[in-house]
């Protein structure tokens, strides 16, 4: 007597509506993930989730002492710790995203060589950890306005913008170096050079405005300056702190980032089973 066996197959649909569909559908996915990624983190570690405050912290002094004491830029009236903060908590969030998310793909890969899901959950949930250190971190900002009696401005409502659009430069830059990660190896060590670089190129221990009005449109080129500047004006407010024609040549090329980096994605996701 012979039995017959059906074989069940997953697959991804190619119907972009029902990949949101399934995107939904998966969310306690997305959870799980983010949250073994956040006890992996810190679960073996002595101070356990301090380190996101020291990091940012020790940066913060360093930043400090170079720039403000040492070559004494200008602040714009705000002390200089609080300067150098708001810049840097952007950048860290932007910065621990797209290392994490460059590498998702490859750290899961027994998961998406085995079952189907859509696979754009990986690299969310790496932003999402990102985001809980930012969020952390935001502690010391606080701390700091407090330290030093400053008070925001009204402009400070239109801070979830900014932290949106950190995000969304820190996701579509790593869909691109997630995907092209699974298939070229070699980008693992382009993106710590990427970081490293950006570091220095971006507003990071310094203002944006000590940059000449002949070349500020041009390093608006890098995307995160307006993204920095922007966030560093929701917390100081000050028109000095922000370059409006840069601030939307570098909001547009977030835009095109996030947007571009969405379609390679879903372009190369069917092959990471196989290649991976």
């Known amino acids: 007597m012979q039995t017959s066996q059906k074989e069940l197959i997953l697959e991804a649909n190619h119907l972009d509506r029902q990949y949101w569909v399934d995107l939904w559908r998966y969310r306690e996915l997305l959870y799980f993930l983010a949250w073994r990624d956040i006890l992996v983190r810190y679960k073996q570690t002595v101070i356990g989730i301090a380190w996101a405050l020291l990091r940012?912290?020790?940066t913060m002094l360093v930043?400090?002492?170079?720039?403000?004491?040492?070559?004494?830029?200008?602040s714009g009236g705000v002390p200089y710790p609080i300067l150098v903060f708001s810049g840097l908590l952007p950048w860290q969030f932007?910065?621990?995203?797209?290392?994490?998310t460059s590498s998702s793909l490859i750290d899961n890969a027994n998961l998406i060589s085995k079952?189907?899901?859509?696979?754009?959950?990986?690299?969310?949930?790496?932003?999402?950890?990102?985001f809980i250190d930012f969020a952390i971190s935001g502690v010391i900002l606080?701390?700091?306005?407090?330290?030093?009696?400053?008070?925001?401005?009204?402009?400070i409502l239109t801070?979830?913008?900014?932290?949106l659009l950190t995000f969304a430069a820190a996701l579509g830059a790593g869909l691109w170096l997630s995907a092209l990660n699974v298939k070229y190896r070699d980008f693992r060590y382009v993106v710590p050079f990427i970081v490293q670089l950006g570091l220095?190129?971006?507003?990071?221990?310094f203002s944006s405005q000590i940059v000449t009005d002949g070349w500020r449109l041009l390093y608006s080129l890098n995307p995160m300056v307006g993204v920095i500047d922007g966030f560093r004006w929701a917390i100081l407010g000050g028109e000095a702190y922000i370059y409006w024609p840069g601030f939307l040549v570098s909001?547009?090329?977030?835009?095109?980032?996030?947007?571009?980096?969405?379609?390679?994605?879903?372009?190369?996701e069917e092959s990471f089973a196989d290649i991976i």
Not at 94 to 100: D, M, Q, V
Not at 142 to 155: A, D, R
């Open 56 to 58: 940012p912290l020790a």
């Open 63 to 74: 930043f400090t002492v170079v720039f403000g004491n040492l070559a004494r830029l200008p």
């Open 159 to 163: 801070l979830p913008l900014f932290i």
């Open 251 to 268: 909001i547009g090329l977030v835009l095109v980032i996030f947007v571009s980096g969405l379609w390679y994605f879903r372009r190369t």
């Open 94 to 100: 932007f910065a621990s995203a797209l290392s994490e």
């Open 200 to 205: 220095y190129i971006s507003p990071v221990g």
């Open 115 to 130: 079952v189907y899901f859509p696979r754009l959950i990986v690299p969310i949930s790496s932003v999402i950890v990102s």
């Open 142 to 155: 606080v701390g700091l306005m407090i330290w030093f009696g400053f008070v925001p401005g009204l402009q």
